[in-house]
């Protein structure tokens, strides 16, 4: 372990700056998805054959090992010579993001008080106001766990990003197994596994701020 302490700090900086490819990456990742999944999640609570089609698509997209999905926008984005690096990177964590935040905008929605979604109505409320002042405060802690487990699992994929180009913490793995370099990897490794962890106990803060009272 010393060899790889004395590796962080000799590389601090190089490491920081992969840090940041890092996190700019499953970043903007994160929050396209959050823009195309909760609106989507949302629209889904009206129609359950078209939920349940679209959860499906979704399971099987998680279910493609992430490099066999890179590999496979490599040819279809070529076309437009973004074959490899940031773009096929942030579309593949785009798709895998998808199925925790549809699923819990869907499951959060839906399981809102009936009564309290007749007391909106009742009152007058449009669909959207509804909405906006009754249903997603209401569904907000869940929606937020959601969220969560995306950041989690797209910080853990993006680091198998670097093999095609992405940059990202995954680079210190890739070339520590390319120079059989085990400081590298273990570093790398280590880096990625800081990044979930503290990713997540912010994003779990912000979820516990969200949540009512006594929840």
């Known amino acids: 372990m010393q060899s790889v302490f004395q590796y962080f700090t000799n590389n601090w900086s190089y490491i920081l700056e992969l840090t940041f490819q890092h996190f700019q990456l499953v970043a903007t990742a994160v929050v396209i998805a959050i823009l195309i999944g909760v609106p989507l999640g949302i629209y889904l609570t009206t129609n359950k054959a078209l939920a349940e089609a679209v959860l499906q698509i979704c399971a099987i997209i998680m279910t493609i090992p992430s490099i066999a999905l890179f590999g496979l926008m490599i040819p279809l984005l070529s076309v437009i010579n973004q074959g490899i690096g940031f773009l096929p990177a942030l579309i593949a964590l785009i798709l895998y993001s998808q199925l925790p935040i549809i699923r819990n905008t869907y499951v959060a929605i839906n399981n809102v008080n009936p009564d309290m979604r007749d007391a909106a109505i009742g009152i007058g409320m449009t669909t959207w106001q509804r909405l906006r002042q009754v249903e997603i405060p209401i569904a907000l802690p869940v929606i937020m766990a959601g969220v969560r487990t995306a950041v989690v699992l797209s910080i853990g994929i993006g680091a198998i990003a670097a093999f095609i180009g992405a940059g990202g913490l995954g680079v210190l793995i890739d070339q520590g197994i ?21 990713a997540d106990s912010l994003l779990g803060l912000v979820q516990k701020k969200l949540s009512p009272k006594g929840a």
């Open 178 to 198: 390319s120079r059989s370099n085990r400081d590298m990897v273990i570093a790398g490794a280590i880096g990625v596994s800081l990044l979930s962890i503290i």
